[in-house]
Each structure stands twice: as C-alpha cells, then as structure tokens.
C-alpha cells in the first residue's frame, strides 16, 4: 500500500554533518502530498519531533532544539516523493534512531502519536 523509506544515516563526529532521506512510496501517498516530518529517538527517551513540511505549501516546522542547525525540505520533481534532513553542526545529543512519518491533516503536530505512518527509521550516532 505505501512505505516511507529512510536513508542517510551514519557515525560521525560531533561538529559534523549528515542528510537523511525519506521517501514516500506506493499507492497510499501516490497523487497526495500529506505532511511528512522527522522525529528521532534516543534510548530510554519518548520519540521526540525534529521537523515537519507540508508538501504544498513549503511551510516548515523545527524543534527548538534543532532551529539553525537542521533542515527540511522536499522534493517532488518527477514524482521523486522525497523529504530530506540536512543536519548541520551535530552533536552528540542528537545521537538517536531518525524516523520519517506521514499524516491526514495540519503539519504543525508535534505529537508523535498524531502521524499515522512510519518508517523504520535510521541511526544517527555522533561521537564526541
């Protein structure tokens, strides 16, 4: 029916830098563009929100803990499908699992438990 499909992850050094990527495949997201939105989880802490994008409008939405450092944007030129993190100047507290997430509705939700697709979600690990 649909998938979000993460890429990017990685180790690298606090200071550095990453990009994610998720794409939304299959006949659930094909011809809509819902809001897609980046949450991460570290162990032993609740799944926390990173950033959101409404497709159509471009509006995005971060975190205070990432505003500056992270950002979102889309891509869907040839129906690519793609939303993408770049995260600059990393450090080691975001050193988590990246889960891309989709939902019906308004984009600004913070809460996890409102988006009602999900991928598998990549690690990001950075090393002091």
């Known amino acids: 029916q649909g998938q979000l499909i993460e890429s990017g992850g990685g180790l690298v050094q606090a200071g550095g830098s990453l990009r994610l990527s998720c794409t939304a495949a299959?006949?659930?997201?094909?011809?809509?563009?819902?809001?897609l939105a980046w949450f991460r989880q570290a162990p032993g802490k609740e799944r926390g929100f990173v950033a959101a994008?409404?497709?159509?409008?471009?509006?995005?939405?971060?975190a205070d803990s990432v505003k500056g450092r992270f950002t979102i944007s889309r891509d869907n030129a040839d129906d690519k499908n793609t939303v993408y993190l770049q995260m600059n100047n990393l450090r080691p507290e975001d050193t988590a699992i990246y889960y891309c997430a989709a939902r019906v509705g308004e984009t600004n939700q913070p809460n996890a438990s409102a988006w009602e697709y999900w991928g598998r979600g990549t690690q990001v690990t950075v090393s002091s």
């Open positions: 994008i409404n497709w159509g409008t471009g509006n995005r939405h971060y």
């Open positions: 299959g006949r659930t997201f094909a011809g809509y563009y819902m809001p």
